[in-house]
T-cell receptor
């Protein structure tokens, strides 16, 4: 029940295209859902986050869509750029949790 | 840059040995969390320290232990190393222990290889 599932495992997108990564969870106590971006040789860095009281959050080219009833959320990267090539992790936590539960990651490659 | 530094960057040990990994948090951050990231996987929570005391622990055995010092530095110690301990170990600092709305600042990690 603590698991966060993530798909696809890898994704190849042409420059300018839309990248979509999906995540699903079971624990209904989760109430904070961040996305982290990790480049090779670096630690994860917070990209964007959402709480379940909104269905969508947009920051620049990055948008999170959230479906509370389906217990699913997704990251959309508009106008994908080669510099977006990285591994993306969705994560979740509850209001009192000390830790984040991370998905297994999606390796995104944006072709020039 | 996150302001979180980890040392060493790479380490090779043999099975049964002990290892100490070090982390320097952002100044003012009272909380440090340690995560294990196996190859091709997401980070897994090991434990968290808040004001020098353990404040939560994931599903890791007692041979994983930690320390946090008043100068915003911390250690992860692993005894009796096993082959499956080979992974990237990440520390992350934050102002407060509660995860919600807290931005974690990760270091670049220590890559541990156990032979």
């Amino acid at each position: 029940q603590q698991q966060v599932k993530q798909s696809p495992q890898s994704l190849i997108v042409q420059k300018g295209g839309i990248s979509i990564i999906n995540c699903a969870y079971e624990n209904t106590a989760f109430d904070y859902f961040p996305w982290y971006q990790q480049f090779p040789g670096k630690g994860p860095a917070l990209l964007i986050a959402i709480r379940p009281d909104v269905s969508e959050k947009k920051e620049g080219r990055f948008t999170i869509s959230f479906n509370k009833s389906a217990k699913q959320f997704s990251l959309h990267i508009m106008d994908s750029q080669p510099g977006d090539s990285a591994t993306y992790f969705c994560a979740a936590t509850d209001n009192y949790g000390q830790n984040f539960v991370f998905g297994p990651g999606t390796r995104l490659s944006v072709l020039p | 840059e996150t302001g979180v530094t980890q040392s060493p960057t790479h380490l090779i040990k043999t099975r049964g040995q002990q290892v100490t990994l070090r982390c320097s948090s952002q100044s003012g951050h009272n909380t440090v969390s340690w995560y294990q990231q196996a190859l091709g996987q997401g980070p897994q929570f090991i434990f968290q320290y808040y004001r020098e005391e353990e404040n939560g622990r994931g599903n890791f055995p007692p041979r994983f232990s930690g320390l946090q010092f008043p100068n915003y530095s911390s250690e992860l110690n692993v005894n009796a190393l096993e082959l499956d301990d080979s992974a990237l170990y990440l520390c992350a600092s934050s102002l407060e222990p509660a995860a919600t709305n807290e931005k974690l600042f990760f270091g670049s990690g220590t890559q541990l290889s156990v032979l």
